[in-house]
């Protein structure tokens, strides 16, 4: 596996591969790499010839009182998990490669970024699609795989694209849980065991809310019941909604023959779990 720190290592490595005609896959991470992340490798290598994996904490997408600090890095173990995933190239920027002094560009999503994730941290969605689309150019990329867990990120990256003209392919990936549910999340390891104990309530809650709005329930209720639920599980809820899959637009009902989904973030401690289901 080849790892690059600097553009023109990047781009020279990518331009030998391109001359052969190879398809590039691209992964992206912030590191602390756990089989989530493993089944976007393996999800970019069934859709291209070559993969790489960027690794980049990005500051952009923090806010001040945000955990940019005590985002858990771990470059040797992340490093050797790729290798052992097949990744071809390990894309490690530093702050400077990505953001040299002087930048003043940055790419605003509307719409799909303004509510849920995007109202509660002003600014994450400017970043991460600002350096996507940076990694999207950097790497010239043919198809790009993101996880479902982050619903919200994934509508506002592939908007972002289109958009942009921006060619390449947003590879949507199913969420990795534990055996009791949980999404997987490079946060999860803040939890207390107690905590850890009580964080799958949010995914069996969105389950049961997702599964009365099919049976045709009334939707307020549906997520007023789960709400109730995590309350009473010790989980503070921030939102547990219902939208149009790829609008991320609030529907306050079922609305047949449109794809839909209930997102939620509930807060656990000091961490702020982050799921979704689709209604079937
Ligand atoms: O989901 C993440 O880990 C990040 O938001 C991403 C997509 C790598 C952009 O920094």
Same mark, same amino acid.
């Given at each position: 596996m080849l790892i690059h720190r600097d553009i023109p290592g990047l781009r020279a490595a990518l331009g030998a591969?391109?001359?052969?005609?190879?398809?590039?896959?691209?992964?992206?991470?912030?590191?602390?790499?756990?089989?989530?992340?493993?089944?976007?490798?393996?999800?970019?290598r069934a859709a291209a010839?070559?993969?790489?994996a960027s690794i980049f904490v990005n500051p952009t997408q923090f806010g001040p009182n945000e955990d940019l600090s005590r985002y858990p890095r771990d470059e040797a173990g992340d490093l050797a998990k790729l290798r052992a995933a097949g990744c071809d190239l390990a894309w490690l920027p530093t702050?400077?490669?990505?953001?040299?002094?002087?930048?003043?560009t940055a790419v605003e999503v509307r719409?799909?970024?303004?509510?849920?994730?995007?109202?509660?941290?002003?600014?994450?969605?400017r970043g991460v699609a600002t350096v996507c689309t940076k990694l999207f150019l950097q790497t010239g990329a043919d198809a790009a795989a993101f996880g479902e867990k982050d619903w919200q990120q994934l509508?506002?990256?592939?908007?972002?694209?289109?958009?942009?003209?921006?060619?390449?392919?947003?590879?949507p990936v199913p969420t990795v849980r534990?055996?009791?549910?949980l999404a997987l999340s490079s946060r999860n390891r803040f939890l207390s065991p107690?905590?850890?104990?009580?964080?799958?309530?949010?995914?069996?809650?969105?389950?049961? @809310? =997702?599964? #009365?709005? $099919?049976? +045709?329930? &009334? @939707? =307020?209720? #549906?997520? $007023?019941? +789960?709400? &109730? @639920?995590?309350?009473?599980?010790?989980?503070?809820p921030d939102y547990l909604a219902l939208v149009e899959a790829e609008t991320m637009r609030p529907l306050d009902r079922a609305a047949p023959g449109t794809a839909m989904r209930i997102v939620a973030a509930a807060r656990l401690g000091t961490v702020r779990l982050l799921d979704n289901v689709a209604v079937p």
């Open positions: 591969w391109r001359a052969r005609g190879a398809r590039i896959g691209l992964v992206p991470t912030m590191g602390a790499l756990h089989d989530g992340h493993l089944s976007l490798v393996a999800a970019a010839d070559v993969v790489v702050v400077e490669a990505m953001y040299p002094p002087g930048g003043a719409g799909v970024s303004e509510g849920f994730e995007g109202a509660a941290r002003p600014g994450h969605f509508q506002v990256v592939r908007r972002a694209a289109r958009d942009l003209d921006i060619p390449v392919r947003i590879l534990e055996a009791d549910g107690g905590e850890r104990e009580r964080a799958p309530l949010l995914h069996a809650s969105l389950l049961r @809310a =997702a599964a #009365a709005i $099919a049976a +045709g329930r &009334d @939707a =307020a209720e #549906a997520l $007023a019941t +789960g709400e &109730d @639920a995590l309350r009473r599980g010790g989980l503070m």
